[in-house]
């Protein structure tokens, strides 16, 4: 079993950064794919990005590609999301969450994710 906690969140202007951490406890953290989803206000769940349990293979949301690197440090449990050049239209709850298995197919479903945190707040003001 898996734990999930987020930090990181907060209040920025558009273009600014943020870097959320995810810190998860268990000891097989290594054997999880690791994934960032967002809920605005009204709206539905949404898929940000997601890195295998090796770390070698990364995908990202269209809405967030060549802006956010996801990236994981087994050795810390901790997965984190690089956000830079923030629009107002990244405001969300992000949470992390943890995948035993996937694939191509699943990668952005989040059903397939049997771990979740409790959600980060990220506020980008215009």
């Known amino acids: 079993q898996v734990q999930l906690v987020e930090s990181g969140g907060g209040l920025v202007q558009a273009g600014g950064s943020l870097r959320l951490s995810c810190a998860a406890s268990?000891?097989?953290?290594?054997?999880?794919?690791m994934g960032w989803f967002r809920q605005a206000p009204g709206k539905e769940r949404e898929f940000v990005a997601t890195i295998t349990w090796t770390g070698g293979t990364t995908y990202y949301a269209d809405s967030v590609k060549g802006r956010f690197t996801i990236s994981r440090d087994n050795a810390k449990n901790t997965v984190y999301l690089q956000m830079n050049s923030l629009k107002p239209e990244d405001t969300a709850v992000y949470y992390c969450?943890?995948?035993?298995?996937?694939?191509?197919?699943?990668?952005?479903?989040?059903?397939?994710?049997?771990?979740w945190g409790q959600g980060t707040q990220v506020t980008v003001s215009s």
């Open positions: 969450a943890a995948a035993a298995g996937l694939t191509i197919g699943t990668i952005s479903r989040s059903a397939d994710y049997a771990y």
């Open positions: 268990g000891r097989t953290f290594s054997r999880y794919h």
